[in-house]
C-alpha cells in the first residue's frame, strides 16, 4: 500500500523538521520565546503547505489533470503573509524600545526556508538554514568586537525642590562619552523627570553613569533602557 505513495513529500517533511529545529537551537539557547519547537512548527506547516501544492496532481482523476493549472506561487504568498503575525506576537513594545525583532525575522526565514523544502530545492535551503545560524550566532559575536553605537532610553526624576539642572545632566553624561538626542522634560506634581535618547561607541560607560545616579540623594528615581533586538 505504501508503494503507492512517493516517497519524496515525506522526505521533505523530515528535512523541514530538522533545519527548523537547528534554528530553532539557537533562538532557545539565547532565552527567546520563540525557541525550539516553534521553530520547528512554522518550517513543518510551510514545508507541509507546499508539498500539498506541489503534490495535489495526485489525488486529481487524470481525466481533469490537462484542465487543472497549479500555482505554488500562490501558496507561498498566503504563508508568508499569514506568518507576518506570528512574527509580530514575537515583537515587544516597552514605550519607546521594541524588542524581538530579530526573533521574528528569524521566523520569517525559517517559513520561507520550509516553504522551499517544500518545493524541493534542498541544496537552497541547506545554504539558506547555514546563513541564518551564521547571522544569528557569528555576527552576534561582532556587535562585541566592532565599535558599534548602542542606544538607551534614559528617564531621570527629581523632587522639584532639589534637583540637577538640565546643563548638569548633560555634561555628567558627556564625560562619560555619551551623545544625546531628543531630550525633553516633565514637571508633573512635586517631580520633575528628564527623557532623553543617548548613545555611547562604549556600553560599559552605562554601569559608571549608573553609579553616579545612585550615589546621589537627589537622583529619586531613573531608568536606563538599551535600545535593541
Known sequence: MFSDFLLEPYIRLVIAVLIGGVIGLDR?????????????LVCLASCLLMVLTDFQWMQIPSHYVEMVRIDPARMAQGVMTGIGFLGAGAMMQDKQTVRGLTTAASIWITAAIGLVIGAGFYSAAVIAASLTLITLSIFNRLIDILPLRHYAKLVISFSSESYWPETQVKSILKEHKMVISNFSFKLSENKLSYQMTIRTSHQSEYTRVVEIFMASEQVKEFSLRPMGD
Open 28 to 40: 532557545a539557547y539565547r532565552g527567546r520565546a520563540a525557541g525550539f519547537r516553534t521553530h520547528i
